[in-house]
């Protein structure tokens, strides 16, 4: 099996415009002229050959992760979006809440998926679930959208947050993804336990 060398964009080696840790290089022994970014976790993984220079690298890891926010960018809701969304959400499955979110806000959150201001009823969602199935987002609009009446997750809120069909799936789909984020953050602990024959942590 192929096994690539990570490498963290670091602070000593952070690319211009490049948020630190959020960019995953892997030299790849087996790539021998392709380059290829993907979406992994809260990171961008850019797999290049693992002879490529350094200057090149540095060269190219840029063009690749501009290319993959562009394509994300294409495929992302807008926040006017994201409150047509709610309002159909609550329209189908909680008529009862008459309460809107006077602003829904994308924002830069690793912590959270979502939050909802109860003062100046402000809904944030975390903007990993761009890209994410519909039925993810959707989970999280709802989710925090029952805030807006239920401040806490009680037998009120469980009630209602229960009408979601999917909540499952979704629960799954959020779960795997921060699972896939603990992996990248710390692939050197991660492989110590691999190599100790202990499960991965779920
Ligand atoms: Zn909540």
């Known amino acids: 099996m192929d096994s690539p060398a990570f490498e963290d964009v670091g602070s000593e080696n952070t690319l211009p415009g490049i948020g630190e840790g959020e960019i995953i290089v892997i030299r790849s022994t087996r790539r021998k002229k392709n380059i290829s970014a993907y979406r992994q976790g809260g990171r961008i993984v850019v797999s290049i050959p693992a002879r490529m220079s350094k200057a090149d690298e540095r060269a190219m890891v840029p063009e690749m992760v501009a290319k993959i926010r562009a394509q994300e960018a294409a495929i992302t809701m807008s926040e006017e979006a994201l409150a047509i969304r709610i309002e159909e959400l609550l329209s189908e499955l909680a008529p009862e809440i008459c309460l809107r979110p006077a602003s829904v806000l994308w924002r830069g959150m690793r912590e959270r998926w979502g939050s909802c201001t109860g003062v100046d009823r402000t809904i944030r969602i975390s903007d990993r679930l ?52 603990t992996a990248l953050a710390a692939p050197e602990a991660l492989k110590k336990l691999l190599a100790k024959g202990e499960k991965t942590p779920l």
Not at 133 to 156: C, K, R, S, T
């Open 130 to 181: 761009k890209g994410a199935p519909d039925y993810a987002l959707d989970y999280v609009l709802f989710h925090e959208a029952i805030h807006l009446e239920y401040f806490d997750h009680g037998p009120q809120f469980k009630e209602l947050l229960a009408r979601f069909a999917k909540a499952e799936l979704a629960s799954a789909y959020l779960d795997g993804y921060e699972a896939a984020e």
